[in-house]
């Protein structure tokens, strides 16, 4: 173990971040469920409320095994404790009643006006805990389009990334990445995590929203950056500067661009041929120039005056990086990784998800996990991407439909034996119709 290390024990000792807070989850599909199992990994109690019998509606999307939770489901709601409960069932609303005094927060991404027409406006609910965070997931803010129902691919170009997208002669693009969705779910915790923090001070509970549209745009701010940029001047750090192309009014689809002050591609690599995913991203930052030129055969290039400063260069990058992918060519990505490390050159292999899920480091880090599900049986996940030396992470699986409905009625809201019955005999928890079927 190096010094820098933490110790395991100490993870253990201090328990988990968000020990004693507990979530109320009214969320569903992707956005809301990526926010709510964050909060979990770092120890917060997290009550899912699922409709008798269906549950949330991923349990059944994209199923790869007849009758078994799908994988959509199981990857976004781990750690957390399923309850079946009918909230338009007079007993149903009882025990939903009880969850809400409860509780710390409560979060939703219900399409705009649900939570409200549920009964459950903002005065209700403080009515019943004047100390509980109300969270919410939307599609857009306030404006002419905060009544729209927002999905993914939606809020990614609303929020301006598939303009940006993509290579100029070319259609606007949506990335594989989730930034709609789970990028707005993982802001909606900090939020959370924000209004607790502020509660230890006021007392007091308070609304957090988050727009899905607001949410992209924050993950795509340096185009924005761009666009003030545009206004002065072509960006000379884009290929469609060194092409000679001419710009428009607004910041331009910029392919493989690296979209910062250090210029970068995708270049080939050897197996290109066979191998969709042989291709490396080679940055030519300018500090190590003079190793970049050594690698790859052009030592002339270190002293010529038409390549020697990162702004002579400008104009040549697209025959600068052809001339780099000769090289890269003759390397297998790992082969140009290891060589371009070595002199702190930064490149990055484009890994295949075929790749990652059987990379041993991210095994050990916690960052890919391997979860037993006890109808789905072994599957990989993605663990915690957020490291901390006190607060240990443990991936547990995701719930059945209503696994925990008998002991959230019990133990968590201590009620008598005699009103649990009642409940269940009364159809809010689903225990009575299926009963009554079997």
């Known amino acids: 173990m190096s010094k820098n290390e933490p110790k395991?024990?100490?993870?253990?000792?201090?328990?988990?971040?968000?020990?004693?807070?507990?979530?109320?989850?009214?969320?569903?599909?992707?956005?809301?469920?990526?926010?709510?199992?964050?909060?979990?990994?770092?120890?917060?109690d997290v009550i899912k409320i699922e409709k008798p019998g269906t549950g949330d509606i991923t349990r059944g999307q994209?199923?790869?095994?007849?009758?078994?939770?799908?994988?959509?489901?199981?990857?976004?709601n781990h750690n957390k404790r399923s309850i079946e409960l009918d909230t338009?069932?007079?007993?149903?609303?009882?025990?939903?009643?009880?969850?809400i005094a409860y509780c710390d927060v409560l979060v939703e991404n219900f399409a705009p006006g649900v939570l409200d027409r549920m009964g459950l406006?903002?005065?209700?609910?403080?009515?019943?805990?004047?100390?509980?965070?109300?969270?919410?997931?939307?599609?857009?803010?306030?404006?002419?389009y905060e009544d729209c129902k927002v999905y993914e691919n939606v809020a990614q170009c609303a929020g301006?990334?598939?303009?940006?997208?993509?290579?100029?002669?070319?259609?606007?693009?949506?990335?594989?990445?989730?930034?709609?969705d789970s990028g707005t779910g993982l802001h909606l915790a900090l939020g959370i995590v924000a209004a607790l923090y502020q509660r230890n001070t006021t007392g007091k509970g308070q609304k957090v929203l988050c727009a899905m549209q607001d949410g992209v745009l924050n993950l795509a701010r340096v185009k924005?950056?761009?666009?003030?940029?545009?206004?002065?001047?072509?960006?000379?750090?884009?290929?469609?500067?060194?092409?000679?192309?001419?710009?428009?009014?607004?910041?331009?689809?910029?392919?493989?661009?690296?979209?910062?002050?250090?210029?970068?591609?995708?270049?080939?690599?050897?197996?290109?041929?066979?191998?969709?995913?042989?291709y490396i991203y080679f940055i030519t930052q300018a500090p190590v120039w003079e190793a970049i030129c050594d690698l790859i055969g052009e030592p002339g290039w270190k002293t010529d005056p038409g390549y020697k400063t990162p702004n002579a260069r400008l104009p040549k990058l697209?025959?600068?990086?052809?001339?780099?992918?000769?090289?890269?060519?003759?390397?297998?990505?790992?082969?140009?990784?290891?060589?371009?490390?070595?002199?702190?050159?930064?490149?990055?292999?484009?890994?295949?998800?075929?790749?990652?899920?059987?990379?041993e480091s991210l095994r050990k880090t916690g960052t890919v996990v391997e979860v037993d599900h006890p109808t789905r049986g072994k599957y990989l996940t993605v663990g915690n991407p957020i490291k901390m030396s006190d607060s240990a992470s443990e991936v547990k699986r995701s719930p059945l439909l209503g696994e925990h409905t008998d002991e959230i009625l019990r133990d968590v809201l201590k009620f008598p034996e005699?009103?649990?019955?009642?409940?269940?005999?009364?159809?809010?928890?689903?225990?009575?119709?299926?009963?009554?079927?079997e």
């Not at 020990?19 to 569903?28: A, N, Q």
């Not at 004047?130 to 002419?144: D, L, N």
């Not at 371009?340 to 295949?352: E, H, R």
């Not at 019955?421 to 809010?428: D, R």
């Open 8 to 44: 395991k024990a100490a993870a253990t000792e201090a328990g988990k971040a968000l020990d004693g807070v507990r979530i109320l989850d009214f969320t569903h599909v992707q956005s809301g469920p990526t926010c709510t199992q964050l909060l979990a990994w770092f120890g917060a």
């Open 62 to 76: 994209l199923r790869d095994i007849p009758d078994v939770d799908s994988l959509y489901f199981t990857m976004l």
């Open 88 to 99: 338009k069932n007079p007993k149903g609303k009882e025990v939903l009643d009880a969850l």
């Open 121 to 144: 406006t903002w005065d209700y609910i403080h009515k019943l805990n004047p100390r509980m965070i109300v969270a919410s997931v939307k599609g857009f803010g306030p404006g002419p």
């Open 160 to 180: 301006g990334s598939a303009s940006t997208t993509g290579f100029r002669d070319g259609p606007p693009l949506v990335t594989g990445a989730q930034i709609g």
């Open 224 to 278: 924005l950056r761009d666009q003030q940029r545009l206004a002065h001047g072509p960006l000379k750090e884009y290929r469609q500067h060194s092409d000679g192309l001419p710009f428009g009014k607004a910041v331009p689809r910029s392919g493989n661009d690296s979209g910062g002050g250090q210029p970068g591609w995708i270049l080939k690599c050897k197996g290109w041929e066979t191998d969709p995913d042989a």
């Open 318 to 359: 697209g025959a600068i990086f052809a001339r780099i992918e000769q090289w890269t060519m003759t390397k297998t990505k790992f082969e140009v990784m290891e060589i371009c490390n070595a002199v702190d050159i930064p490149v990055g292999p484009i890994l295949s998800m075929k790749e990652i899920a059987e990379d």
């Open 418 to 437: 005699k009103q649990i019955e009642e409940i269940k005999a009364s159809g809010a928890t689903g225990q009575a119709k299926r009963m009554a079927a």
